[in-house]
């Protein structure tokens, strides 16, 4: 599904914005965007709604309104001067249809679309878990850990077997965190179904 | 860079010496605290004569037409010193917003061009509530967008800079009203709303050939309003223009001809040997704006009465379409609302203007919404302005045309020393 556009691209990650207010994917999953010839694949890693135009910012309007929808009916223009945009984390690209998890050698395009992964296309891109190399060590605009259990998470939902692939994620994470025991406790703890 | 003296630069030097100024704001500000007093005299006498008019308005009407007078004053249109109260806002509406801004011609750029930018907003409130911005540049280059050429056949020619491109511009900016309007489904009421008067004040001197005010007053101005005038009979809206915070004195001039001793008022007969200082019998109003008038008389969400600009250019060439205006007090501050005739004179037509611009202003916190957001699309900023004309260049190099701008520009981008 096509949620949005790339608005700044570089070979870490990409800011892209949403055709719908609030309408960004969930923290941790999966994207897809272009460099024109590879599919590059993101994990979304931060979302921030606000004023279109850095100068102008809003103000508080629902004082005597009862609900918030009633906010916007009453100011419908509101909607028009906010926006939705999410950063994402490149984790990997396909070329002639075989996925590596590493940085793609070109940026995605300006103004490339961005989609939702399909649930098969996020099984086909899980299948082997060493995009997780690059999530341990990413520096994030969210708390990392947070990012990589979301991640893991998200990714189980769509799995044959739930139980198989977090424990499959559990121990990358050991492998990669081997020295760094109250951060990988911490992951443990947080993908633990 | 390599800098040997780093951050040895004076970051708070200004060159408007504030130092020198600020003694000369506290006496600005003095002056304007000993006359208080007085200028309150002043309102308290303008509304007792603003009030005690109303049996000889007829007497007041004869006294306006012959006066030769100076200053310029308000037509009467109906009363004087009715008020009327907020009508209903009806459920389903639509308010259209529209401003512009320009890029003004460079005599030292290295392409002779401006450009119009035209925002839009439009706001629909009701059942489906949603809202539409837009903006919609155009650059203007051909020696036709240039220069007005008389249509007569003379060889005399116009170039359109300064006053005439704001003029071309507030020209534009009713097009477009008009096209939106004609563009809005017909069965909801629809309010346009533009910033600023109607009257095209820079045609009032005789500054400018015949030829300019026949392109933009007959054919533009006074085109789109003949043509709004006749879509009017088939869809219902009003135009309404509006100025936040008038500095016009119309209403207190009127005044100031009541009160007038001499029979018809003459001021270049018998008040031009007053000396400066000296009294005029009409001063003990004067230096008054209309809106501190109508601040002591409207409450939030009233209006006031009708009045006609009787300014040279509304009555010499606006027709059916003269301006029309009311006061109202929009709960934040007195604002005036400009219309012209055939909207003032009906009185469905008035009431959703009335309503709508107040509603407009409460929602928008002081300000109409639509106006707000027409003109946060119409706006070119410093940063716009240069990225503009960076583009210019760009393209002029890259057509081989000599992109450099003239040697003053180009000093005070280098700022060298």
Known sequence: MKIGEVLEAGTGGFLAECYELYSAPAFGSLVRSSTGNLDVFAVVENTVTASREPGRLPVALGKHETSQEDIFNSHPQVAKLLRTCFKALVVGYREQNVIKHCLPYHTVRIHGFVFQCENSEVREFSRELDFLDLLVTASTESPRDELISACIRQMSLVQENQLEFLVTAGKTLTRLLLYENNRLNYLLRRIKP | MIYFFPNIEDKSRMTLELIQVVPQIESAVQHMKSRQSERKQRLETAIRIFHSQDPSLQQLRDKLSAAKITWLTAGIAGGLNNVFPLPPCPPEVSVLGVDGSHLEFQRDSPLACYLLNMGMARICYGKNPEALLQSYGKLYSTADDLVLADPGGSMREQRIEGVLLGIKRAVEELGLARQLLTE??????????????????????????????????????????????????????????????????????????????????????????????????????????????????LKPGERSEIFISRSSVVEKFYREHKVHFFYLNTGEEISRVETPAWIANNENLLNLTHSLVFDQCKRGQGYPVALQEAHEQAVVTGRDREAFWNLVEQEMAENNFSSSPSQKNRSKRMRWY
């Open chain 2, 184 to 297: 809005c489904p017909a069965g909801i009421p629809v309010v346009a709303m533009l910033d600023g008067t109607l009257t095209l004040w820079g045609l009032s001197d005789k500054t400018y050939p015949e030829f300019v005010s026949e392109i933009f007053l007959e054919r533009g101005f006074l085109g789109h309003m003949d043509a709004l005038n006749k879509l009017s009979t088939e869809k219902t809206f009003s135009i309404a223009s509006f100025i936040s915070f008038p500095a016009s004195a119309e209403v207190i001039n009127l005044l100031r001809v009541a009160i007038c001793p001499f029979s018809p008022p003459d001021c270049d007969r018998y008040c031009d040997k007053v000396k400066k200082g000296d009294e005029r019998p009409c001063n003990i109003v004067a230096e008054l704006p209309d809106r501190e008038l109508f601040q002591c008389l």
